[in-house]
């Protein structure tokens, strides 16, 4: 049973800092590439960072220069750490796993969503 736990999230000032963390089981951890979406109150599912396999990371304009991905392949966990925090970061934040079958298509795996709140 594939499970990804999401942890870290929580409510902090405008420009504070947070660590989430996402615990994978069940997956080959090092053979997915992993990211962090979040979804705010009426709008849509954003991704904000990703990490390949590999190591290789991308982030959405929004948050580049104040969030880092990492990932700890020993630990099968993957962090997502935000500074500089302001209001409009607020959101579910979802862990995903993916990457495509051999066969074709996507294996494709979701944690349950941490809360952030950045509010003063």
């Known amino acids: 049973q594939v499970q990804l736990v999401e942890s870290g999230g929580g409510l902090v000032q405008p420009g504070g800092s947070l660590r989430l963390s996402c615990a994978a089981s069940?997956?080959?951890?090092?053979?997915?590439?992993m990211g962090w979406y979040r979804q705010a109150s009426g709008k849509q599912h954003d991704l904000v960072a990703a990490?390949?396999?590999?190591?290789?990371?991308n982030y959405a304009d929004s948050v580049k220069g104040r969030f880092t991905i990492s990932r700890d392949n020993a630990k099968n966990t993957v962090y997502l750490q935000m500074n500089s925090l302001k209001p409009e970061d607020t959101a579910v934040y979802y862990c995903?796993?993916?990457?495509?079958?051999?066969?074709?298509?996507?294996?494709?795996?979701w944690g349950q969503g941490t809360q952030v709140t950045v509010s003063s």
């Open positions: 995903n796993a993916q990457r495509a079958l051999p066969i074709g298509g996507v294996s494709d795996y």
């Open positions: 069940g997956i080959i951890f090092c053979t997915y590439a």
């Open positions: 990490i390949t396999n590999g190591g290789s990371t």
